[in-house]
């Protein structure tokens, strides 16, 4: 069974930093895709970063690249998205995702996704 949680969404100023986590259980840890992204009131969903256990290849969007930061702690099935020098466009639900698509399509229908986590960035 595939079981999402995330957390560590908030308001923040532009420019400044959050750091979103993602508990997941240990098949879909091992197994899948997992990634994150998100969708904001009236706008199309956005893959943000994506990766497969034991690829060092990592999907980010471009709207993204430079400034955030997928990374994973296997000892704790926890998936990280570190982001910095945020912007007021960043601001969304923020969403938890793991399974067989990836990459730009890691947000699709098809995959699991968690309950989110809002991020809301003010100018």
């Known amino acids: 069974q595939v079981q999402l949680q995330e957390s560590g969404g908030g308001s923040v100023q532009a420019g400044g930093s959050l750091r979103l986590s993602c508990v997941a259980s240990?098949?879909?840890?091992?197994?899948?895709?997992m990634g994150w992204f998100r969708q904001a009131p009236g706008k199309e969903r956005e893959a943000v970063a994506a990766n497969f256990p034991g690829h060092s290849g990592i999907y980010y969007a471009d709207s993204v690249k430079g400034r955030f930061t997928l990374s994973r702690d296997n000892t704790m099935n926890t998936l990280y998205l570190q982001m910095d020098s945020l912007k007021p466009e960043d601001t969304s639900m923020y969403y938890c995702?793991?399974?067989?698509?990836?990459?730009?399509?890691?947000?699709?229908?098809?995959?699991?996704w968690g309950q989110g986590t809002q991020v809301t960035v003010s100018s």
């Open positions: 240990q098949f879909a840890w091992t197994t899948y895709c």
């Open positions: 995702a793991a399974g067989p698509l990836c990459g730009s399509s890691v947000g699709n229908v098809g995959n699991y």
